[in-house]
């Protein structure tokens, strides 16, 4: 099967040195030909994807300067102008919404004909375009009218954001994604914009897998930007478009845990085509961390900022010491917010405790963190990924956690967990397995049993190799176009029991829902 | 025990107001919500079922208000002026030491070579482009910069611009140079006032570009234009008086065709800048080349023995078209909020 993998290029794929999560899936699947289509900075260097194994890496510079290229001619730039406005229009009144693929497609579909699309976003008749249905009455600028500055700022994010569309990665060749059995995009957000093109064009199914979901971190991330807030409203309202879209057309969702699979499906992504899929961690093959220090010891692990609550650890650190004096505390991890360990430290000094608590940075490995402790605590206000919380149920140690995000569905039964800003109760949890040998023990192997069963690679592999035949038995293997005769055998049996026999352009689009949803179900 | 608020929402709201009042969506309430520790429980001391309607309630219940004053991008700092003129007065003088000193054709040739070299190293500027989008935590995707150890965000310093040829800048430093050095053989004082006024042609064109940054604030295009029309033809004029002043200071007694050199030669310099600035260096580079192409045809022995003009007037005469021509396709899209990024 030809795989056209999808993906925002990240460093740490490249620092990880395994090619991370691209890499081990592609690593396990050796049967299938995969090729990567990254979406990569533009004005830095690119860091070499990693991942071993595949049959061609594509890229595409993104957020940076514009590519040269001449705009469309005079004649096809009202045609541009036609979709733009379309476009624009989607994102800013609330009631018409409906029109944002059919735009993102006709858009798509303009620039493939003459490669223009670039230039003619940053151009003039862009920003006119922009300006004009931005400013039109029925448009949501509750928070005030865009300026000039607004509309050119919007406009280059836009053209950013687009730039996929004009990928050459389009068509039916072998490097094209038209060639591709499906995509399979990693990480949402633009990464999917080729996928929705190319499920379009050549009706190629795609999956999408998240662990973090994209559209939150950008509601997240564009709090803090240096925008005015109608230029927020228009790039927050394309992303959550452009999700939504993404979501709709997807055949499969694979979120990487309950709390995302929550976020998706307030988006737009249905029930019957979700199937969640952990993140696997090589660490499962780790063995469990050795003998406990002498002393009881605490162990807080993530970036020392407010989100991660090190504060509440130290204040119920301090109560834990009252009862139990021996008692330690290593906090590992980095200053994330400027000036936030001497602020921490100044807290411990405060509270009496300074020479019990250890700031100890980042561990030479997460496993050496782990064993220096009795008792593993995350405080954070947020657990967006389970990532750390695995590694530390992998080390055969109790965890105790707040009860935000994944920390329920990660730990379950196996960890304590205790209300967020509570110090109180994190005490008192904290004491409860320092001071009961028996119970701290039978807590961490339950927590590395269950983390190796929920966490290892080998689900996810084989979960992906369901996913992919499952998926391509209901489409067909290629389109079929006008006029040519069926051949014998170019579609699976599934094809034709389903119905199959309208032409597959617009086949996949009504009837793959209604198809996967009874066959999935199943297969949950 | 107390009871419950009659309305528990309002708490929350009074607390999270400045939050409610400037999101552009119920998500962004309901994404900053649980980063600040509010989960599903969380939830339901509100009576909610989750979050997302929690949020939604907050985001029906309090109008949007943007923070009242919110910056506008920032314009280029009123230093850059006086360094931009330093670097347009060096670009000129620099190929005119050469033509002035040693004359004849070495100097020419070491006058282009010269201002050629100039042009290249003072026409490159910071590029003004939007950056791009801020990249949230986990940017979505598995492997996504963290690792929750914090300090993930080690990005690699930016890669230096690819470095490629920037033909514009080195045919319009050479033209420059070679007008230069042609002025400079037939009216030496007026060259000397042309590569003076370059300094203000450089003061000029940097305030052009600063005050089209400054209408950032202007509401819709149309508007933006019409603050904008008259600032190019503004700058000109004054750019000649400029002329006009240095000229009766440096070169006092030139002849008529030597004093119209001087005005075309030290406009040009702004005129360039301007359409550079614009996204038309190829126009900019183009008209000082013709220009400088013509002046040095109209002072080979022939054609200036057979029309019997003095060598300025040749000079003015092919400097004048391509002059006029560069104003002319300048001006509009000197208008454009496009031209000051």
């Known amino acids: 099967m030809r795989i056209a993998l999808l993906t925002e290029g990240t460093l740490t794929n490249a620092q990880r040195g395994e090619g991370g999560w691209c890499g081990r899936l592609v690593d396990g699947l050796p049967e299938h030909e995969f090729r990567l289509y990254r979406l990569l900075p533009a004005d830095r260097p690119a860091p070499p994807s990693g991942v071993r194994g595949l049959h061609g890496v594509h890229e595409l510079p993104m957020w940076g300067r514009r590519p040269g290229g001449r705009g469309p001619t005079a004649l096809r730039r009202r045609a541009y102008a036609k979709a733009y406005e379309e476009l624009v229009r989607a994102l800013v009144t609330p009631g018409e919404r409906a029109g944002f693929g059919p735009a993102l497609y006709r858009l798509a579909e303009l620039g493939r004909e003459d490669e223009a699309l670039p230039a003619f976003l940053s151009s003039g008749h862009a920003h006119r375009a922009l300006e004009r249905i931005w400013r039109m009455p029925g448009a949501d600028t509750a928070g005030g009218q865009p300026l000039v500055c607004d509309v050119l700022v919007a406009a280059d994010l836009l053209e950013q954001c687009l730039r996929p569309l004009s990928a050459p990665w389009y068509g039916t060749g072998p490097a094209g994604l038209g060639g591709a059995d499906l995509c399979h995009v990693v990480g949402g957000g633009p990464a999917a914009l080729p996928a929705l093109v190319a499920r379009e064009l050549h009706g190629v199914p795609f999956v999408v897998t998240e662990h973090g979901l994209h559209l939150r971190e950008q509601y997240r991330g564009y709090r803090s930007a240096p925008y005015r807030w109608p230029v927020r409203a228009l790039l927050l309202s394309f992303f959550r478009q452009l999700t939504e879209e993404t979501y709709r057309q997807a055949a499969v969702l694979t979120p990487g845990s309950e709390y995302d699979r929550q976020w998706q499906q307030r988006c737009g992504g249905e029930a019957a085509r979700t199937r969640i899929v952990h993140e696997g961690t090589t660490a499962t093959e780790r063995p469990a961390a050795g003998k406990e220090p002498e002393a009881p010891t605490l162990v807080w692990a993530g970036a020392l900022e407010p989100g991660r609550d090190p504060e509440l650890m130290l204040h119920a650190f301090a109560r834990v010491r009252a009862e139990l004096p021996a008692a330690r505390l290593k906090l590992y991890g980095e200053e994330s917010a400027p000036g936030y360990l001497a602020h921490c430290t100044a807290i411990a000094g405060r509270l009496g405790i300074a020479d019990a608590v250890e700031f100890a940075g980042r561990p030479r490995s997460s496993a050496a963190a782990w064993e220096s402790g009795s008792v593993v605590v995350f405080s954070a206000l947020a657990q967006r990924s389970p990532r750390l919380l695995a590694d530390a149920m992998l080390s055969g140690r109790a965890v105790v956690s707040t009860e935000v995000g994944v920390a329920r569905e990660a730990l379950g039964p196996t960890g304590l967990l205790v209300p967020p800003r509570s110090p109180r109760a994190l005490a008192a949890a904290c004491l409860a397995l320092l001071t009961d040998h028996e119970r701290r023990s039978r807590l961490g192997l339950a927590g590395r049993l269950r983390a190796q069963e929920r966490f290892a690679v080998e689900p996810v592999v084989g979960a992906f190799r369901e996913i992919y035949l499952d998926l391509v038995s209901r489409y067909p293997a290629f389109p079929a176009r006008p006029g040519t005769q069926a051949r014998p055998f170019a579609r699976p049996a599934e094809y034709w029991v389903s119905g199959g026999t309208t032409p597959p352009q617009s086949a996949p689009a009504e009837k793959a829902p209604r198809a996967a949803g009874p066959a999935l179900a199943e297969a949950l | ?341």
Request: one cysteine or more; charged letters at 15%.
């Open chain 2, 1 to 341: 025990m107390t009871s419950a608020p009659a309305d528990p929402v309002r708490e929350l709201l009074d607390s999270n107001r400045a939050l409610c009042e400037q999101a552009v969506d119920p998500l962004e309430i309901a994404a900053a919500l649980e980063d600040s520790g509010l989960a599903t429980d969380g939830a339901d001391r509100y009576r909610h079922a989750d979050v997302f309607g929690l949020a939604e309630e907050l985001y029906a219940r309090v109008p949007r208000r943007p923070p009242t004053r919110e910056p506008l991008p920032p314009a280029a700092p009123l230093r850059t002026l006086p360094l931009a003129a330093l670097r347009t007065a060096t670009a000129h003088l620099l190929p005119l030491l050469p033509a002035a000193t040693l004359g004849g054709l070495p100097g020419g040739t070491l006058a282009v070579l010269l201002g050629a070299g100039a042009g290249v190293l003072t026409g490159r500027r910071p590029d003004g482009a939007v950056g791009g989008v801020p990249d949230g935590e986990a940017g979505g995707a598995p492997d996504g910069a963290v690792d929750g150890w914090g300090a993930e965000q080690r990005e690699p310093a930016p890669a230096p611009a690819r470095r490629t040829v920037p033909w514009a800048a080195l045919g319009q430093g050479a033209g420059t140079g070679l007008l230069l050095a042609l002025l400079a053989a037939a009216a030496p004082r007026a060259a000397l006032a042309a590569a003076l006024g370059a300094a203000t042609a450089g003061w000029a064109a940097a305030w052009l570009r600063r005050f089209g940054q400054r209408q950032g604030g202007a509401a819709t295009l149309g508007e933006y234009r019409s603050r904008l029309r008259f600032a190019l033809p503004l700058a000109v004029l004054a750019q000649l008086a400029a002329l006009a002043g240095t000229g009766w200071a440096v070169a006092g007694g030139t002849p008529a065709t030597g004093w119209a050199a001087l005005l075309l030669l030290g406009t040009l310099p702004l005129l360039a800048t301007a359409a550079r600035d614009a996204g038309r260096p190829t126009a900019a580079a183009a008209a000082v080349l013709t220009a400088a192409t013509g002046a040095a045809l109209l002072a080979l022995p022939g054609p200036a023995h057979w029309l019997g003009a003095s060598p300025t007037g040749g000079l003015s005469a092919a400097a004048l078209g391509p002059a006029l021509l560069l104003a002319g396709t300048t001006w509009p899209p000197s208008t454009g909020p496009g031209a000051y990024r």
